[in-house]
């Protein structure tokens, strides 16, 4: 008995020893939303390195924000699963009951591990990896518990991805060209330096992450097409003609701070080379960032802020793009340049695809909608989003002042007549309001 009874004192002293080596205090320090803004900055830029575009990218945002927001929200009873209302998504794996779990932890192991899948330069992701969770690992939390953690997160993410093959984007890539009809005034013809085919043309045929369809909400028409110089079109040509001729400073200040081309090509004489920028859709995930930050979120609050934003900017995309190929309106730099002045260039390089409407303006006043929701009306914040290209920082008094001043931007630079710009502003606002209407992340 004697001997019965110092063999249990003993293995209480072992097993009360291996409890106190672990911290008790892991799961506090778990819940830091810096994690979360590390892994979509990552992201970011991978996306401006592999030269993404911006619709593309739009898709690797809302597929890796969706698969951290999955895997986080068991650890927040207060909010739900988006499956059943984003589309097409099922309910995925669940965590064992009655087991713990670090679900920041899985959170970042689901964001990477998709994102990884999505782009092209992994090896960044694997060097993020290494860091994040190397910083879970000084946290001390139980062996089990991260590795119980870590594989639930993986499982969140292969839910995820498995729900992304069905969205048509495969079938998308072997897709024809779209035809360019020069012969019709009116239609879009490529543009210089590059005179690049035009962009993603079938984005339309997408899967929405939320909307009905790509024209649930059809964007107002543009201005009807004329090259009679009493014609309202040719009034908003002449519009952008004299603004670019005027050279006016703060104008062409905000058209350079907007810019977000992914890659603009620079030609001197014989010599080409391409800049690459941060995308539309990049800039707005990092104003959601610098939003979250000057709010104190939690992890949680700043993992809903980031799956938000990019459903309301990848459907923005979708509904633009379907206007864009159904107008398929000419660009007012190949409109001056044949009815006004042959030599007329435009401050900042013409992308490829058609002109309304503005895709900057629409998922602007998207994310501007959204955040607005999320934040209030009069949440001013400083993005200093375009300091790392020599641009300063700037302030705003909210969200919707920003997307405007997007809107604006398109014509100082000479790339979209006005009505463009008003148009996709009030579209992409309705497409906002459907994303806060369709997606309920608190119970």
């Known amino acids: 008995m004697k001997h019965t009874l110092t063999f249990f004192f003993l293995l209480l002293i072992l097993s009360t020893t291996g409890c106190d080596k672990y911290s008790k205090d892991y799961q506090q320090k778990a819940n830091n939303a810096e994690f979360v803004h590390a892994g979509i900055r990552r992201l970011t830029d991978i996306i401006r390195h592999d030269i993404f575009a911006p619709p593309l990218s739009s898709r690797i945002y809302t597929y890796s924000s969706v698969a951290a927001y999955e895997a986080l929200v068991p650890g927040f009873p207060e909010y739900r699963s988006l499956a059943g209302q984003l589309n097409g ?26 994102g990884k899948t999505l782009v092209f330069s992994e090896g960044d992701v694997e060097d993020l990896k290494e860091k994040i969770f190397d910083d879970f ?52 013809r490529p543009t210089p330096p590059m005179y690049a085919d035009a962009l993603e043309p079938h984005w339309p045929e997408i899967r929405p992450w939320t909307l009905d369809s790509a024209s649930q909400f059809p964007a107002e028409p543009p201005v009807a097409f004329s090259t009679d ?52 859709g990049g800039h707005w995930m990092n104003i959601a960032a ?64 058609p002109e309304h409407t503005s895709g900057h303006s629409t998922i ?20 200093s989003t375009e300091t790392e290209f020599g641009i300063p920082a700037r302030t705003f008094n909210s969200f919707r002042e920003a997307a405007d001043q997007v809107g604006m931007s398109r014509l100082y630079g000479g790339i979209h007549y006005r009505q463009g710009n008003l148009a996709g502003l009030k579209n992409g606002r309705e497409i906002g309001d459907w994303v806060i209407k369709k997606v309920q992340t608190r119970k």
């Open 89 to 114: 998504l099922t309910p995925g794996p669940q965590p064992e009951a009655g087991k713990e779990y670090c679900y920041p932890l899985a959170s970042a192991n689901a964001l990477l591990f998709v």
């Open 137 to 188: 690992k000084q946290m001390n939390m139980p062996p089990d518990v991260y590795d119980r953690s870590m594989a639930y997160g993986e499982a969140v993410a292969k839910h995820i991805l498995a729900w992304s093959k069905k969205d048509n984007y495969a079938q998308t890539r072997s897709m024809p060209k779209f035809t360019i009809d020069t012969k019709v005034g009116s239609r879009w």
């Open 229 to 280: 110089k009493n014609s309202d079109f040719y009034k908003q040509a002449m519009e952008v003609y004299e603004i670019g001729k005027a050279k006016n400073a703060e104008n062409e200040a905000t058209a350079w701070y907007w810019d977000d081309n992914p890659f603009a090509m620079e030609v001197s004489g014989h010599m080409a080379f391409g800049k690459k920028k941060i995308s539309p």
């Open 290 to 353: 610098h939003a979250s930050r000057k709010a104190n979120a939690d992890i949680m609050l700043s993992t809903e802020t980031y799956v938000r934003v990019a459903c309301a900017l990848a459907d923005g995309f979708i509904a633009c793009w379907d206007a864009k190929y159904k107008t398929n309106l000419i660009r007012p730099e190949s409109y001056i340049n044949q009815y006004i002045d042959p030599e007329w260039m435009p401050l900042i390089q013409t992308p490829p695809f």
């Open 364 to 383: 602007s006043s998207a994310a501007a909608t959204v955040l607005t929701h999320l934040y209030g009306d009069n949440f001013s914040f400083t993005d």
